[in-house]
Structure formats: C-alpha cells, structure tokens
C-alpha cells in the first residue's frame, strides 16, 4: 500500500497577520523572530528572509534566516527559531537544517547559528543532536537566562515583593522630586544616545548598533517606549521597552552617575505602564548565572533582582558546522567570552 506520508514543503512567508498569529501561540517570547524584527532587520539593510514550513496546507514552524557577514565567520543566523508548533513532526526540525545548511552552502557560510526558545531539558538536547548541532562557545545572550516578574498583582504587591532598598529608592526618588518621561518620538533618542555612549565608556562593554532602526519600527506599531528620568532638568537614566505579545522588555538601558536614585524610578515608572497596557509580564531581559561571580553583568543583575520576580531560562544557542573553518570562529569566540569576564 502507497504511503500517505507528506513531504515538508520551506517557503517564503510574507503574510505578517499569519506570521505573527504563529509566534506568539507557539513562542511568544521570541522577540527576534517577530515581524517589527523582520522589519527593522530590512531598515538596517540586512540580508534576511522570511520562511513558513509546511506540511499540505498546515505552518509547522517559521524562521527569519539572516546571514550575518562577521570577520569571525559568515553565518546563517535564526535568532530565537525556528519557531515549531508543538503539534509539528520531529522531521519538521531536520528538514529545517538541511534547508539552513543548504542556504549556508549557497552563501559561503561557516556555520548555522540557532537558538529555539526550547526549555533547558534532555529532550530539547536530543533536538539539538538529531541536527548535529554543538553548543555555541558565546555567552548566554539574547535573554536565555532572563529576570522576569508577573504583572498580575497589584501596585501595591508589587512594591511590597521588592527588595527594600529598591523600595526605598523609589520612593526618596518620588520625594526628591525626579521627573520621568515616556515618549514614542524617535527625536529624543539623542537623549538617550549619549547617555548609553558613557554608559559604554564607564563600563567597558561594546554598545549595540541599529538602536534607532529598532525604535523607529517597533515604535510605529506602538510596540516601543523611550524612559527619561531627570532631576533638576538634568537627565541622569533612560531606557527603552519593547512590547510584544503580553511582554515588555527591558531592552536598552542607559544612566550616569547621579545625585539622588532614578534607575529605579525609571524601570518602576515603564513597569507601571507596562501593568496599565494589559501586559502580563515585564522582562528584565539578560542576567548573570548564579555561578558567575564576576560576570559582567553582575551589578545590573543585583539592580534587576530588587524589583522581585524569577528567572526564565531557554536552551543555549548551537551552531550547525559547515565548512571547516568554523573552529576558527569557535576560537574566537571562547577567547572573547573569557576576555570579557562571560565565564
């Protein structure tokens, strides 16, 4: 008797209402794989392209595929995918590295980089296997080890599940007298632009680009917010938020050194918003491992955990190897990430 099986079929799916429907039922924290991040992606002139994985007429799973052009080694990056429905086949995934293999192969690429939001267990590392996939040697970045807090409770019970000295600052901030700002204008980004320019310098950390692209796309879908806090006109701490789904997220933070606490005010201001949009969580976004003492991002992690909340974690990011220079992206990537103190 003929087999009935039917075979995947990969292609391009530009529909953003069936896009976007799909990854927030099946990931939806998966902010790199929405539609506003396709769009900045195009604003930043990046090479990207959207896919649907079918089986007949049913999406399986989607995954924007970027080739990212690095002086380490070109990749094909699906940052936050594929996303997969929990309902797809185990082949949907195999078909989807060979595909992103074969697109690797196309583009002179070393390697495929992945990073499903799939949770932390022996299953989603037999997935990870099946593909020949190895665990990425970069740090634990694009929130895979995240701080969130549920916003379904009270102001009141928020405040009171905070760490007291984060209470306390918001509350003398409140008494000083800090202003804090909310706006979608991208115009007063230069705001924002030079203080996260000294943030860089007094911390030591390389600053993200395409901060406007981002803004500028999410912002007219209402899905961004720019934070300025100020005392005495003076604007000493800034952030900006992303909305997708039922989530805000702490995306990009900035702040100098200041005469009275307004961090907290600022991030205690966006949670406040974030509550009253209807979202059910703000998410703090990237936090140092337990085991990590002298983590770079030690300090803001203390600064995250005052507000109260838990952490969330996905599995680390793996690379597919395609060509055999992929060890020389390995190599520099476990120096850089031990350089840069991401034990």
């Given at each position: 008797?003929?087999?009935?099986?039917?075979?995947?079929?990969?292609?391009?799916?530009?529909?953003?209402g069936t896009w976007e429907l799909f990854v927030l039922t099946h990931a939806p924290f998966a902010l790199f794989q929405s539609w506003s991040w396709y769009e900045t992606l195009l604003l930043r002139k990046a090479q990207v392209e959207p896919y649907g994985?079918?089986?007949?007429?049913?999406?399986m799973a989607v995954f924007l595929a970027q080739?990212?052009?690095?002086?380490?080694?070109?990749?094909?990056?699906?940052?936050h995918g594929p996303v997969i429905a929990s309902f797809a086949p185990e082949r949907v995934f195999q078909e989807i590295a060979t595909f992103t293999k074969a697109l690797a192969k196309k583009e002179r690429c070393w390697f495929v980089r992945m990073?499903?939001?799939?949770?932390?267990?022996?299953?989603?590392?037999?997935?990870?296997k099946s593909v020949g996939g190895i665990p990425a040697s970069i740090h634990r970045m694009d929130g895979e080890y995240c701080w969130v807090l549920d916003l379904n409770a009270s102001e009141e019970e928020l405040l009171s599940d905070m760490r007291k000295a984060t209470r306390y600052e918001i509350r003398k901030s409140q008494k000083d007298g800090v202003e804090i700002s909310a706006s979608r204008d991208a115009r007063y980004l230069k705001?924002?632009?030079?203080?996260?320019?000294?943030?860089?310098?007094r911390h030591g950390f390389v600053p993200h680009e395409g901060i406007a692209e981002e803004f500028t796309t999410f912002g007219k879908r209402n899905q961004a917010m720019?934070?300025?806090?100020?005392f005495h006109k003076k604007i000493y701490a800034s952030a900006i938020i992303l909305y997708y789904g039922k989530q805000a997220i702490y995306h990009h933070g900035a702040s100098s050194l200041s005469p009275v606490p307004i961090s907290a005010a600022v991030q205690w201001r966006a949670i406040c918003d974030a509550k009253n949009r209807g979202m059910?969580?703000?998410?703090?976004?990237g936090i140092a491992p337990e085991d990590s003492p002298k983590h770079p991002w030690?300090?803001?992690t203390v600064f995250k955990k005052g507000f109260g909340g838990h952490i969330v974690e996905h599995m680390h990011a793996f690379d597919i190897p395609i060509s055999p220079l992929y060890a020389l992206t390995r190599i520099v990537d476990l120096v850089r990430k031990y350089k840069r103190g991401y034990d």
């Open positions: 008797m003929a087999s009935t099986k039917q075979d995947v079929v990969i292609r391009l799916l530009k529909d953003k994985v079918y089986i007949g007429e049913v999406l080739i990212v052009r690095a002086k380490r080694g070109s990749f094909v990056h699906l940052r990073s499903p939001q799939l949770p932390v267990d022996a299953k989603s590392d037999l997935v990870r705001e924002f632009d030079a203080l996260y320019k000294e943030t860089s310098g720019l934070y300025l806090g100020s059910n969580v703000y998410n703090f976004w030690r300090g803001i």
